[in-house]
């Protein structure tokens, strides 16, 4: 079975710091995509980081960047310089062959002034 | 530029009770999704639309139909609520042009007593 495993369920950093969420799964797919959403108490899901399995290279968007590891199965999520307001749920997901997104439980990232 | 609009927000039924939850996206997304979301679960998938005129099972799909009304229409109908479907809905449409992203609904907070 296709799964998802998010392994730290909550996670607290203070202000500036640097965070890492982890994140492994299992398929047996060549080809897929992995994203990170972050849900604040908003409850909106907004979409992170996106990095497409074929590609070599981490995917970067501004504070926000990834570590890839194809061969384990693992891709993790690293916050730098963290804000108050990247205290949010974050769920890492991939696509299955039928391009249906399969998502781990959430760790909850509290930033603390 | 509304993207997905889902109503409504809340709800709150009574066992056996009927209702529809509706979903509309205007960003010409040809795939859309309905998702529950638990606490400590990740998002699971109860029906999906790949394209106009099609429906398919997702993860969770019992105690729940759902009708692509038009390209633009996707609502999730609950016959007959159980205590058991107390839970938050996603509506989603996906983005084959930008690397399957996801489009997300604000949600439906919905409780069966």
């Known amino acids: 079975a296709q799964t998802v495993t998010q392994s730290q369920p909550e996670m607290s950093v203070q202000e500036a710091e640097t965070v890492t969420l982890s994140c492994t799964y299992d398929?047996?797919?060549?080809?897929?995509?992995l994203f990170w959403y972050k849900q604040p108490p908003s409850r909106q899901m907004i979409l992170v980081i996106r990095?497409?399995?074929?590609k070599q290279q981490n995917a970067t968007e501004n504070r926000f960047s990834v570590n890839f590891q194809k061969a384990a199965k693992s891709f993790s999520l690293k916050i730098s310089d963290s804000q108050l307001g990247d205290t949010a749920m974050y769920f890492c997901?991939?696509?299955?062959?039928?391009?249906?997104?399969?998502w781990g439980a959430g760790t909850k990232l509290i930033i603390k002034p | 530029n509304a993207g997905v609009t889902q109503t409504p927000k809340f709800q709150v039924l009574k066992t056996g009770q009927s209702m529809t939850l509706q979903c509309a996206q205007d960003?010409?997304?040809?795939?859309m999704y309905w998702y529950r979301q638990d606490p400590g679960m990740g998002l699971r998938l109860i029906y999906y639309?790949?394209?106009?005129?099609?429906?398919d099972k997702g993860e969770v799909p019992n105690g729940y139909n759902v009708s692509r009304l038009n390209k633009r229409e996707f609502s999730l109908r609950l016959e007959s609520a159980a205590p058991s479907q107390t839970s938050v809905y996603f509506c989603?449409?996906?983005?084959?042009?930008?690397?399957?992203?996801?489009?997300f609904g604000s949600g439906t907070q919905l409780s069966v007593l």
């Open positions: 989603a449409s996906r983005d084959t042009g930008a690397g399957e992203k996801l489009f």
């Open positions: 960003m010409n997304h040809n795939s």
């Open positions: 639309s790949a394209s106009e005129g099609t429906t």
């Open positions: 398929t047996s797919e060549s080809n897929y995509y």
């Open positions: 990095q497409e399995a074929y």
């Open positions: 997901a991939f696509t299955d062959s039928n391009y249906q997104l399969i």
